[in-house]
């Protein structure tokens, strides 16, 4: 058939006559009875013409659609791709490479100690991380060395204040720095997580300094943390926010713009923060310099820079920071993550807050977390810039809050802000929200039903008809989002049934190329649903590509309208997102129907892409940050978390949200293959090859179209082999967290018995524990010559293994093997009845206990079960929920260097006696004795080190 022509031409009415044929290009003479027939042969040339340029335009356009649709689909899917890519910044090794727009310049330190300098933070950040090293509290690096450090260079910064005029109209302009030292000892109540924590501190030290004028009633403090997590050198967390506050605090004397200011400036070097907010708990409660605090500025880091500002106590800050901020960054759906506990984590802010009263802004590194809380936590970690932006922007602000009148700093914040690409900040009331947002939904539900009534479109089935097929249209997309979870979540249970575990936590981007693929394909498959549905029900067996893509729109604008309806009904700020995509689409949509008849269609088609790209760039510069955020967590959230099934559900929701508008182009490439163009045949000779590719061109793009997707679906296996591949999921930069800990347990024994029992080693079990926070047993990081000889002598860890560290201690588990015991007397905690007293008309029993720690430092854990009445770390005995505390009552002490007794008031109801367990612990950075026992480590490993003691002793 493709090399044969009949004589026959489709005219313009329909009908077909026969025509005789012509070979014009071979020279020949016409016969007589051709010449006689002249005329009638010219007005068939016409119509010939006619008809060819019929069939090159009818070509043209299916050509021209078909291709643009494909074109723009994977424009946008590239320029996607790109964009994703260079916002993460992951690139090979150390050189993490964070949005370059986002991160300022560095000034040098050749720059005036009026501004602020990166290049003079970084002195003194080398010589915390690199000099004193990793600063436990506890440990004489952080209760001693690092104080000392600090109030050093504070003198030097007094010292070095250019010095005040003796004339009295130029005194008041010198401001004064006072510093002082704190040591402080309380408990209060923490609720972290489902878990109530007494907790207890002893001697834990602060650095206190205050920058201003006696006669100012007010300050505005900053806060941050100099004490690192177990297993970590700090240098992001926090030590990048203690070397910000030493350089705001040297351009803070050597400014001369102190004369308008009405506050004076509190900087608290905190050195509690990583024990659970003991730190900021002793100033807020027992320092004199706290009452005076207006606002609160805290410093905080999860990674490395940018900083983003993702907590705000009042609609006032976030007007400063837009006002002061050099390269703004934050966004409400932050703020929503921490409000809701959506995030495993808390900061100093909190204590501020719930205990002083007092608003102000929570800033925080958050960009590669692989660091966080591990070796990692390095001066290379810390990028350049990154400093410059948190503790630049933040004297910005405190510049500006110095000045502030007293208004609106105490309202809570409801506004919803957001910036774009690190411009400028948008920001709106959540009443204002109320009136535009409902708006936005009214505006997209009646300019709907003015299309299903037919009052405006050329929509000509019945109203009734229109409504069905829009609201289908709208659960389609719905249904297209739940399949794409239901699918993300398939691949993630096959992949761990199969033990194929995070493997995304080293490669963040596979988490994509993972879970949105199937993602995509649950909207297809509901797309394919609906049109089956719309076949079924309405008998529609060619349904026109505008009808689809109409309808599409339709249900897309639905879909983010009502959210957006719901979420600002919620009052979340995460609601400017759907406002932002439904006022593209709906502008889009509008301006697509004004001018329909005078558009070409091609362009009618990108209208919507284009009023979408604002809503399309934002979303994806939002999927990157809480990927960014939140991979690195789910990779440690503990061993019972299920993070392959939250990640994947993560990539599914933020795939789906950001790729639904691709669902009109999909029906509008599946009929413009699959509907026919009318075939014109002529009888050119010339022309018989193009037409025949066009005759056969209907059929061969199905095909296409099908191969398409089967090529697609071909890769995506590839990805799913290359994933099941991967031998370790850990990278050098992205490492497994170990705990190791030598591990003595006593038996239980009277109060007069502890000494002879720390003498005798027979009675005390050694073992050395390991274990990690992640669904990866630690038994893969053993070397395979080791391993079998490990295991054959191992047991599971229990759950009170490491109540040392509680509540942590709830996301680990792994496992333990036999070790040697050091020599006696075993380092245990000692527990003294100082005092007992009984009420026989109360039948209670009091008790007065000293807990005496052998080592210079030392943080336990103490759990005991009774009928307790009364204590003294609170007024209130809490009512614990059995289901996270067993039954006990938890008491969690930390206390400061040089620390060796803390006292214990009790009073139980009758005269039993009460068992108390005692899980004491000293932190190493190294161990070769407790690497060696546990076979080495791969370099991919990054283990912490500790020695924990634990004994029961009946009181």
């Not at 590669?368 to 004297?395: C, F, K, R």
């Not at 639904?660 to 029906?667: A, D, L, S, V």
């Not at 059929?699 to 090529?711: E, F, N, V």
């Not at 591990?743 to 005798?760: G, I, K, W």
Request: net charge neutral; hydrophobic share 40%; aromatic share 10%.
């Amino acid at each position: 058939m493709a090399g044969y022509w009949p004589a026959m031409v489709i005219m313009g009415n329909g009908q077909q006559r026969r025509r005789h044929p012509r070979d014009a290009e071979g020279g020949q003479e016409e016969s007589p009875s051709h010449a006689s027939n002249k005329h009638h042969h010219n007005n068939g040339d016409n119509s010939s013409k006619r008809d060819i340029n019929s069939t090159r335009k009818a070509w043209s356009s299916y050509r021209t659609s078909a291709t643009f649709i494909y074109a723009s689909l994977a424009f946008f899917y590239l320029l996607g791709v790109l964009i994703l890519f260079l916002s993460t910044g992951e690139v090979v090794g150390r050189s993490y490479r964070a949005e370059g727009g986002r991160l300022p310049s560095v000034v040098p330190a050749s720059a005036p100690p009026s501004l602020f300098s990166e290049e003079r933070a970084r002195v003194h950040l080398k010589h915390m991380v690199e000099v004193i090293g990793p600063r436990l509290v506890g440990t004489k690096a952080n209760d001693l060395r690092t104080p000392a450090y600090l109030i050093a260079e504070l003198e030097k910064i007094k010292k070095n204040a250019p010095p005040c005029s003796l004339s009295s109209s130029s005194s008041s302009l010198c401001p004064k720095m006072e510093i002082e030292i704190q040591h402080a000892s309380g408990s209060f109540y923490y609720d972290w997580l489902d878990h109530i924590i007494i907790n207890v501190f002893t001697n834990i030290t602060n650095v206190l300094v205050r920058i201003g004028f006696d006669h100012h009633d007010e300050t505005i403090l900053v806060n941050s943390h100099f004490d690192s997590a177990i297993g970590s050198p700090g240098a992001g967390d926090a030590g990048a926010g203690i070397v910000s506050m030493l350089e705001i605090a040297n351009a803070l004397m050597h400014s001369n713009d102190w004369k308008d200011a009405r506050r004076s400036v509190l900087l608290s070097f905190n050195g509690a923060e990583e024990s659970l907010l003991q730190g900021s708990h002793a100033f807020v409660t027992q320092h004199r310099w706290a009452k005076t605090a207006r606002m609160v500025l805290n410093l905080e880091s999860t990674g490395t820079g940018p900083a983003i500002l993702f907590q705000v106590g009042s609609d006032a800050f976030v007007r400063a920071y837009a006002a002061t901020a050099l390269r703004p960054h934050t966004a409400a759906i932050a703020q929503d993550i921490f409000r809701t506990g959506s995030f495993p984590g808390d900061t100093d802010y909190r204590v501020f807050r719930d205990y002083l009263h007092v608003t102000g802004c929570d800033f925080a590194f958050y960009r590669n977390g692989y660091a966080y809380h591990t070796h990692l936590d390095d001066m290379e970690n810390v990028v350049p810039g990154s400093i410059q932006h948190l503790g630049g922007n933040a004297y910005f602000l405190l510049k500006y809050l110095q000045r502030a009148d007293d208004d609106g700093w105490d309202k809570p914040s409801t506004s919803i802000f957001f910036d774009i690409m690190g411009l400028t900040v948008v920001m709106y009331s959540i009443d204002f929200a109320h009136i535009f947002h409902y708006s936005i939904l009214v505006v997209s539900v009646v300019w709907i039903l003015a299309h299903a009534l037919s009052i405006i479109g050329r929509r000509k089935a019945p109203a009734v008809k229109n409504i069905l097929t829009y609201t289908a249209a709208y659960a389609s997309v719905i249904v297209g989002i739940c399949l794409s979870l239901i699918l993300a979540v398939i691949i993630s249970l096959l992949l761990s049934y199969v033990n194929v575990k995070l493997t995304w936590f080293g490669r963040p981007l596979l988490a994509l190329a993972l879970y949105a693929t199937p993602s995509i394909l649950g909207i297809y498959i509901a797309q394919i649903g609906y049109v089956t549905w719309r076949r079924w029900s309405w008998g529609v067996e060619n349904t026109s590509t505008d009808q689809m893509e109409h309808e599409a729109w339709c249900g897309i604008l639905l879909f983010f309208s009502s959210l957006l309806g719901m979420l600002t009904f919620m009052g979340l700020g995460t609601s400017y997102l759907f406002m932002i995509w439904s006022m593209g689409i709906l502008i889009g949509w509008m301006i697509r129907s004004a001018f329909q008849n005078s558009l070409n269609r091609n362009l009618l088609m990108i209208v919507p892409l284009i009023t979408c790209i604002p809503a399309w760039l934002l979303s994806l510069e939002t999927i990157t940050s809480l990927l960014a955020l939140l991979l690195p967590v789910m990779g440690r959230a503990g061993v019972h978390a299920p993070s392959d099934m939250v990640v994947a559900c993560l990539c599914a929701l933020l795939t789906t949200l950001s790729c639904t508008i691709i669902i009109p182009y999909i029906h509008a490439a599946h009929y413009s293959s699959s509907s026919s163009s009318s075939s014109i045949t002529i009888t050119k000779e010339k022309l018989n090859k193009k037409i025949t590719s066009s005759a056969t061109s209907s059929s061969s793009s199905s095909s296409t179209y099908g191969a398409a997707i089967i090529c697609l679906l071909v890769m995506y296996m590839m990805t799913i082999i290359y994933a099941s591949a991967i031998p370790v999921p850990y990278t050098l930069d992205n490492p497994k967290r170990i705990f190791v800990q030598h591990a003595m347990r006593a038996p239980p024994c009277e109060v007069q018995d502890q000494l002879e029992r720390s003498q005798n080693s027979n009675t005390v079990l050694s073992n050395i524990i390991i274990a990690s926070a992640d669904a990866i047993p630690p038994q893969f990081v053993l070397n395979e010559e080791n391993k079998h000889a490990i295991l054959s002598k191992s047991q599971p860890s229990q759950s009170n293994d490491f109540y040392a560290l509680f509540p942590f201690s709830n996301f680990l588990g792994g496992y333990k093997i036999p070790a040697s015991l050091p020599p006696p007397p075993i380092d245990f905690v000692r527990i003294s009845i100082i005092e007992e007293k009984f009420d026989a008309n109360s039948n209670t029993r009091y008790l007065k206990l000293k807990f005496h720690y052998n080592c210079t430092s030392g943080w336990s854990t103490i759990r005991f079960k009774g009928p307790l009445d009364s204590w003294s770390v609170s007024d209130e005995v809490p009512s614990l929920p059995l289901h996270t505390h067993g039954g006990y009552y938890t008491i969690r002490h930390v206390g400061g260097y040089d620390t060796h007794d803390w006292y214990l008031d009790l009073t139980f109801e009758g005269q039993d006696k009460v068992l108390i367990e005692i899980s004491a612990s000293q932190f190493q950075f190294e161990s070769d004795e407790m690497t060696r026992a546990a076979g080495g480590f791969p370099s991919w490993a990054s283990p912490a080190f500790m020695n924990v003691a634990i004994s029961e002793v009946y009181v």
